[in-house]
């Protein structure tokens, strides 16, 4: 029987839903993008929804699936602004087994995929696509990996820990926090080259997400040269591209958090309608 929805494990690599409304930029609607139609049943659990019996039309439907349709994975409480990659292992060897016929999709990133500073309730990019991609009745599985702070370096040391995820596609969203630090460029490209590795290595397909960065920044050799890795590595390893994740939302403050760093709601809306085509493409060729 055809499932109806996407499985959606949304698991926060940091405790941003508790950060005080002040901190944040007023929210807003974002005009361009397609409002979800199905909200999640329940704010800060990881949901898998189990639909298997559900019936066709309730597979067109625009109403929330009830809640006995829902099986919690893990619920994650609020502990500490920023969680160590300690603790987001700990939380993720809770989750459950793969659910069969359903890909796995692990995206490893840092505060831009963890969602940092969004208010409560506000889902990050990774949690968007998939709400995309269950109006276009494609079923998939999220598990969100990322961690504030996070280096390219940082990256590529956790990943091992998470194979026992088994994921069929790894969506890499890293080496932002490598350029803010002036951290070698030489360094981003290696380290991503090894995830890229590595995740092939554990069975799954791989879609790397290009970064842009500001004006200011992008008008500075270094600049150029870091978000020319991207493009590069991609075609150097014949791996699937989002050409630039933060594509409309790094130009100008309507799309950022008060820190002028931070996609805010809009932004991430943004985020997930970047890289809709390249996910939805990789998910076509993939057989979980």
């Known amino acids: 029987m055809a499932r109806t929805a996407a499985l959606t494990l949304a698991l926060l690599g940091a405790a941003c839903r508790s950060i005080p409304p002040a901190a944040h930029a007023p929210r807003a609607m974002f005009p361009d993008a397609r409002s979800p139609r199905r909200p999640l049943v329940a704010a800060a659990l ?20 009830p809640i006995q349709h829902a099986r919690p994975i893990a619920q994650v ?37 963890s969602g940092f500073g969004l208010l409560g309730g506000e889902p990050p990019w990774p949690e968007l696509l998939a709400r995309e991609l269950t109006e276009e009745q494609v079923s998939i599985e999220v598990v969100n990996a990322g961690l504030v702070g996070d280096t390219s370096l940082g990256g590529r040391r956790r990943l091992p820990d998470l194979a026992h995820l088994q994921p069929d596609v790894l969506v890499i969203e890293l080496g932002g926090n490598d350029c803010l630090a002036g951290l070698s460029i030489a360094g981003v490209r290696e380290n991503l080259r090894e995830i890229v590795v590595a995740g092939r290595a554990m069975g799954a397909r791989v879609l790397l997400s290009g970064l842009s960065l500001p004006p200011a920044m992008l008008a500075t050799q270094r600049g150029r040269d870091f978000v020319a890795v991207y493009p ?12 630039d994740l933060l594509e409309d939302v790094v130009d100008g403050p309507r799309f950022l ?30 057989d979980p």
């Open 46 to 65: 990881l949901l898998a929804l189990a639909c298997d019996g559900a019936s066709g039309d309730a597979a067109t439907s625009s109403l929330p699936l």
């Open 77 to 113: 409480a609020p502990e500490a602004f920023v969680a160590s990659a300690e603790q987001l292992g700990s939380r993720l060897r809770r989750l459950g087994s793969k659910s069969p016929g359903v890909p796995r999709v692990l995206f490893l990133g840092d505060s831009f995929t």
């Open 232 to 243: 590069e590595l991609a075609a150097e390893l014949d791996v699937a591209l989002v050409p």
């Open 257 to 286: 958090q008060a820190d002028g760093l931070h996609p805010n709601a809009e932004g991430h809306a943004v985020m997930a309608r970047n890289a809709l085509a390249p996910l939805r493409a990789l998910l076509a060729a993939t």
